[in-house]
Every structure is written in structure tokens, then in C-alpha cells.
């Protein structure tokens, strides 16, 4: 009987204290040449594996291949996962999906939808996950790659996409992560008061400026998560970060860009 309160009081403690890690990683020009080189695709596999749920940015997609060839991929290893999608977006020949992979035995989709507003190359694809391992069960993630040249008006219309998010799905815990291009290069500390996003009232920014985000070292934090104050209550801010899988995997830098040339950022929600 002791036995079997103390297993029964571990497995409590265990429900209690697991959470969820999340990254946002973009995946550099991730098409159908990078998605048959087994090297590079044994290096991504391992770090989606890393993850419950993980967005992937610069997939190029234009009928699906490219998307099932990752999931086939990563399946072999842990038959875990699922995805969700955007359509492919952007102008031109510069179109891009919006990829989550999340593991279905942790989370599952609750309700999604595409942002329809102006102001964005690739308008955000917004997705709401639950899941019965967390303080907070109900979330929203909005992913977003800006563009170099637009990145401050990119930012400025993220507080569009929130509002409509609350409205929409009901809901107040909210990430936004992805690829800002919030280096100073391209949004300079002057225009910073200019977006809301940046209102320290309302949002919380997780990866600091400080954080060089690349592969390469140019020392920028390009790749952010920014919270609400709702979803901040349920995270656990020292865990954000980078995770760098070039020292991690000890690759050369040369195999590390043929990776990417950014690296994932990530934090948990207890």
C-alpha cells in the first residue's frame, strides 16, 4: 500500500512539474534541394525532436511535398508529431508557409485562422493549441517573418493581429515568435517607441537584445517570443534562449549554415 501511495504521489508530482518547450526557427530557404540532402535533414530532425510544438519559417512549399518529405522524415524517428499549416505567402516568387510541428500526445490544435488585415508580407497564421500538461491550458501562437525592409511596419501591425486573436479565439494567453528582424540594423531603438509591441505595459519580450540570434555571429536578435501579460504568468522566462546546435551537434560553421543561418529560439511554459 505504502508502495503504491509513494508511486501514486510521483506520478502526481510528475503531471504537476512537466511543461511544454517551444521554438520558432526559421529554417533558411527550406525547399526541395535542402529537403533530399540527408545530412543537413538528420541535424533538423533532431531539433524538431527537441520540441512539443516548434513554428518553422522559410519553408517553400507550393503543393505540400516539401512540408510531408519533413514530416516522413521526422516520423521515422517518433511517430509524435503533426502539423499544421498556412497556405503559401508572400508576394511573387518569394511565397512561404507558416509550419508547426507539435506532438499530439502533449497538445492538440483547438482552432486556427488566417489574418486577413493589411501591413505584412506573410501575414500571420494564427493558431490556438491546448493542453492538459500546463498552468495554462488554452494559448495562442502568432507566427510572423518580416521582411529586412519593412520590418518596423511589420511590427507596428502585430498589435492588430493580438486584438483580432483575443477577439476571435477568446483568448489572452498569446505568443508572438518568429523572425522579427528586430535587429538594430532594421529596427532601430528610435522607432522602438513607435510600436506597440514594444510597450512593456502590455507585452513581455523574452529573447533580449542582447541575444545574437545567428548562426554566423553578427549580433543581432533577429528571432523573438513576445508574450501578453495573461501568458507571461504561465512561462518560465530564465528558460528562454537559443538553442545552438552548432556547438550542441559540434558542427563546423560550415555545416551548421548549410542548417540554417539562424538559430531556434525557444522558452516553456510551466
Known sequence: MRLL????LFLALLHVTSCLLIGAFNIQCFGEKKSQNKDVMGNITEIVQRYDIILIQEVRDKDGTVTQSLMDLVNQVSHQFRNISSDPLGPGGHKERYLF???HHMVSVKGSFQYAGTGFNRPPFV???SST???VT????IPIHTSPSTAVEELKALADVVNEAKGKLQNNNIMVLGDFNAGSNYVPMSKRPTIPLF???VFHWLIANTVDTTVSGSKQAYDRIVVTDDMYNG???LSAGIFDFKSQYALTLDQAK???DHFPVEVQIS
Not at 5 to 8: D, M, P, S, Y
Not at 138 to 141: E, I, P, Q, Y
Open 127 to 129: 493558431v490556438q493549441f
Open 133 to 135: 500538461q500546463t498552468a
Open 101 to 103: 510541428l507539435y506532438k
Open 199 to 201: 510597450d512593456t505595459n
Open 235 to 237: 512561462m518560465n522566462p
Open 5 to 8: 501511495c509513494a508511486l501514486g
Open 138 to 141: 488554452d494559448f495562442v501562437l
Open 258 to 260: 548549410a542548417v540554417s
